[in-house]
């Protein structure tokens, strides 16, 4: 089931991803995670767990500070 801060964050991670011209596959490379899984978190299908984040911040080269930075912006401007 999708919430609202699923799909914000789902957002920011895609956002992150566009800025760094990274396919979902390149993504899940470096972060070592399914490409499949990448897309399912952007859509804001799942609650990644935050072993899970880090490793999306890794495959970004983001500290995971600006992942929440970003996520917090999206969110504050859809309120």
């Known amino acids: 089931m999708q919430s609202a801060e699923h799909v914000v964050l789902g957002r920011a991670v895609r956002e ?3 800025r760094r011209a990274l396919s979902q596959e390149r993504l899940g490379l ?8 990448v897309g399912a978190i952007e859509r804001g299908e799942i609650n990644p767990t935050f072993a899970v984040l880090l490793k999306v911040a ?3 080269a983001v500290p995971l ?3 929440f930075a ?4 999206r969110r504050d ?3």
């Open 16 to 18: 992150l991803r566009a």
């Open 30 to 37: 470096e972060g070592g995670l399914h490409r499949n899984y």
């Open 58 to 60: 890794a495959g970004l």
């Open 65 to 67: 500070s600006e992942l």
């Open 70 to 73: 970003l996520y917090e912006l």
């Open 77 to 79: 401007e859809a309120a």
